[in-house]
């Protein structure tokens, strides 16, 4: 048989990717690889709150609500994460930072385990 990167593909398993020997994810991807092609989580770059200009109160699920900031960003932060399927062990952490009394940016630092591996 013919050979890969110097491997001999008979011997069985490889990275369809890279042709690296195992370990390999059940994708048949060597870690390298894996983490080239996979991400953990997705987030819109922007999301957008409706706010009153007049009491400072929140449009909640249809209604207006006072709510504090982490609360807010805690509940804006769970409706618009995506997370990797295959993903364990989820954690998320997120701190706000107020720019001006109509914007703040969100700090979101989102950790797991993806077929064994900490991403």
Known sequence: M?????????D??????CGASPPLTTDRMCES????????SVMPER???DRCSKCGFHEIRGRWSIIDSNELADLRIRASLGVEDRAKQVSVEFAVEEIDDRTSRLHVDVSGIIEGYEF
Do not use: H, K, P, Y
Not at 2 to 10: L, T
């Open 33 to 40: 690889c894996l983490r080239d092609r996979t991400s953990l």
């Open 47 to 49: 999301i957008q709150q």
């Open 2 to 10: 013919g050979a890969f990167n110097g491997r001999d593909m008979s």
């Open 12 to 17: 069985g398993e490889f990275c369809i990717v």
